[in-house]
């Protein structure tokens, strides 16, 4: 969904769900790089730099959000709603 929330607060949990990463806010949308595996999606630390791997695939328009704690994560790493 385009621009669903860009500018807005969110609350961010892991990946699996299970633990609460806490608050931040949703900073844009952008391409981001993962690489398959049978256990889901990985990527590395900065999910916007492209690895030199064979297998990578590119998510375009993929949330990026700053958690209050600092760090980024982008949506195709964690949970996340609009608070």
């Known amino acids: ?8 607060r969110v609350a961010v949990w892991s990946g699996d769900g299970s633990e609460a990463l ?12 993962v690489i ?6 990985s990527s590395y630390k900065c999910a916007e730099e492209r690895p030199d791997l064979p297998n990578v695939e590119k998510i375009e328009r993929n949330p990026k ?7 980024i994560v982008y949506g ?6 609009l608070i």
Do not use: E, F, K
Not at 1 to 8: C, L
Not at 36 to 41: A, H, M, T
């Open 65 to 71: 959000i700053r958690l209050d704690s600092g760090g």
């Open 22 to 33: 806490g608050n931040g806010t949703y900073v844009d949308q952008v391409t981001v790089y």
């Open 36 to 41: 398959p595996s049978p256990g889901g999606l």
């Open 1 to 8: 969904m385009a621009n669903r929330g860009i500018g807005r």
């Open 76 to 81: 195709c790493q964690v949970w996340w709603d």
